[in-house]
């Protein structure tokens, strides 16, 4: 056996006339500090040993020779240098660790939180990410709290420093995902638990994966005591956070109490998410209670239902696993699936009523015209007169903008108007088509109107509208009058990649009323109040519709086509494949 490097010989472990069999351990070298062990080629007897341990070698002198010999048990120095079956001590005590980080570790903690009917931080990213697909990050850390607590009780009590993370698949798509703990220190934000948000957001950013945000509990936690921060106003997450809006998607989940810090990052999400016992705000009940604004109980604080028809929630679900199927389902929105089942399209030929003053419900005629069970609908409760969807159609993910003429006649007040820029901006940033569906008399006008801002929301809707790159395809269902048909158009009946109309759909600068009476006011107040001045509205009116049919806006090139109803479906196909 020769040496086969320059080493020095710190261990014997045969004698001479000792039997070996092969693989058994003969010396140990030493070099550059680490050990390297020879060990029997073959079956055999020591024969003679020619250093002895302490000495240096030099790289192929003859370390000792073997000679043939019967091959007997192996001899006593083998037994003790052969590693026992039995778990190493480190890997033993990593398990003993790792444990305190599970659910298991803490059954009164957990049982209370499924009291609750709420589900645990890793409860809720388990039933998130696709089965074995989740890699967590941090999983050791503890609260930063050594100066006033036992390092073994923070391991055991304040688990991932109230902050499970990492990287998993959501519907085969790699995503990162945070989960607040709200049963670790009320789910606050402490210094470690912002050390591994800006980790996993600096992963994000660099690989532009999509965030996951169970977003409950309360906001910086003062309790930490382990490093040099007064008030850590410092620290990156909140903009880390905000720089990801417009490059990623990012989806929020509240469920429970989500108050201050947490609130403030659910907030920057495109997707809000809520359960019908949450409550949402920029301050919990002790900040509130601070400030002198009085006591009141977290419940009464930003209620999902309060929260959801002033438009901060998007959608507002009766449990945490209905948010995290809705989550899926968003993200599901950015590949084509096959498979796809549509509803027979010509029930939308009479979808519309043909009194051309009658209201009608849309989200019917919305869910015919797309793949059967692939809508949803967010923001129902805010900004009514507009509806905004995600859906597919033939199994391309596409966003859809309604007109609801169910609430004021489809006029786009304020909040409308702020729903649908901002609908228009998270397309532009999801890479989504936009189908808008337009049947409106226009803004809304009038003194309350007014005071309700209508004159920024409306300058920002055409805002929106002239940043979008993704393409728009506008269908005009009955009415598109005004400013507002041409903002929830893309700006302009030319800004979509097509403008198209149902037969029955009718054009107008305004309101074709209200174009007769202001139009023809002389004419009408020459005649006496009655049905021969009715008569003469009614002629001019007609006269009006007939001008602004949509056959007439084709002919002259106004609009690109008028289509059949039941063939809406097959040419918005054709034109999101282009």
């Keep these: ?82 590693q026992a079956e039995a778990e190493r001590v480190e890997l033993a005590a990593w398990r003993a660790r790792q444990a305190l980080t599970l659910d298991t570790a803490r059954p009164e903690a957990i049982a209370k939180r499924h009291a609750l009917g709420l589900r645990s931080a890793r409860e809720n990213v388990e039933d998130l990410c696709d089965p074995g697909s989740f890699v967590e990050y941090g999983a050791l850390a503890f609260a930063a709290q050594t100066r006033r607590r036992d390092a073994d009780e923070l391991r ?38 912002h050390q591994k948000t800006d980790r996993m957001l600096e ?7 999509p965030v996951v945000l169970f977003a409950e509990g309360g906001g910086g936690r003062p309790g930490d005591t382990d490093m040099p921060i007064v008030a850590g106003l410092h620290v990156p997450t909140f903009a880390s956070f905000a720089r990801l809006a417009g490059q990623v998607p990012l989806v929020g989940i509240a ?62 679900v009766e449990d945490e696993a209905a948010a995290v199927r809705a989550v899926q389902q968003f993200l599901g929105m950015k590949v084509t699936v096959a498979g796809w089942q549509a509803a027979d399209q010509p029930p939308l030929r009479d979808a519309i009523p043909a009194n051309r003053l009658r209201a009608y419900e849309i989200r019917p005629l919305v869910a015919r015209l797309v793949d059967e069970g692939s809508l949803l609908e967010l923001r129902t409760a805010w900004g009514a007169a ?75 809707l055409f805002r929106a509208a002239a940043r979008m790159t993704q393409p728009i395809v506008a269908v005009v269902l009955r009415r598109a009058y005004g400013l507002g048909a041409m903002a929830l158009a893309g700006g302009s009946l030319h800004a979509p990649l097509a403008s198209l109309a149902w037969p ?75």
Excluded at 2 to 14: C, D, E, G, N, T
Excluded at 288 to 294: D, N
Excluded at 416 to 443: H, I, N, Q, Y
């Design 156 to 193: 055991a009590q304040t688990p991932a420093d109230g902050m499970v993370c990492g990287i998993g698949r959501v519907g085969g798509s790699e995503t990162v995902v945070l989960a607040y703990d709200a049963t670790v220190l009320a789910g606050t934000q402490g210094f470690r638990n």
């Design 386 to 460: 507009v509806l905004t969807f995600l859906a597919r159609i033939e199994g391309r993910p596409v966003a859809l903008l309604a007109s609801n003429c169910a609430v004021n006649g489809g006029a786009i007040d304020a909040a409308a108007a702020t729903k649908a820029a901002d609908w228009m901006a998270r397309c532009e940033a999801m890479g989504l088509p936009l189908v808008s569906l337009v049947d409106t008399p226009g803004f809304m006008v009038g003194p309350e109107a007014e005071a309700l801002g209508q004159v920024r929301a409306s300058g920002g």
């Design 504 to 578: 029955g759909a009718e054009f107008g600068a305004m309101g074709l009323e209200g174009a007769v009476r202001l139009g023809y006011r002389k004419e009408l107040a020459a005649l006496p109040e009655g049905p021969q001045r009715q008569a003469l509205f009614d002629q001019l009116l007609a006269r009006q519709v007939d001008d602004g049919r949509a056959v007439r806006m084709a002919e002259m090139l106004e609009i690109d086509a008028v289509i059949d109803p039941a063939d809406t479906r097959a040419v918005l196909a054709r034109l999101l494949a282009a």
């Design 255 to 316: 469920a429970g109490r989500c108050f201050a810090g947490n609130a403030a990052l659910l907030a920057c999400c495109d997707l809000i998410v809520a359960t019908r016992g949450s409550n949402i705000g920029m301050g919990g009940p002790a900040m509130v209670e601070g400030g002198g604004l009085g006591v009141y109980p977290p419940e009464a604080i930003g209620p999902a239902e309060v929260q959801a028809g002033n438009g901060v929630v998007d959608l507002l």
């Design 1 to 82: 056996m020769k040496a086969p490097m320059s080493a020095q010989l710190v261990q014997i472990v045969v004698q001479p006339g000792q039997a070996l069999r092969r693989g058994e351990p003969l010396l140990v070298l030493e070099a550059m500090k680490m050990e390297h062990e020879l060990v029997a080629p073959a079956d055999g007897v020591v024969a003679e040993l020619l250093f002895a341990a302490g000495e240096s070698v030099r790289e192929g002198e003859v370390l000792l020779r073997l000679r043939p010999g019967a091959a007997l048990e192996p001899g006593p120095a083998a037994a003790v240098l052969q």
């Design 203 to 209: 992963i994000a950013l660099r690989r532009r994966l």
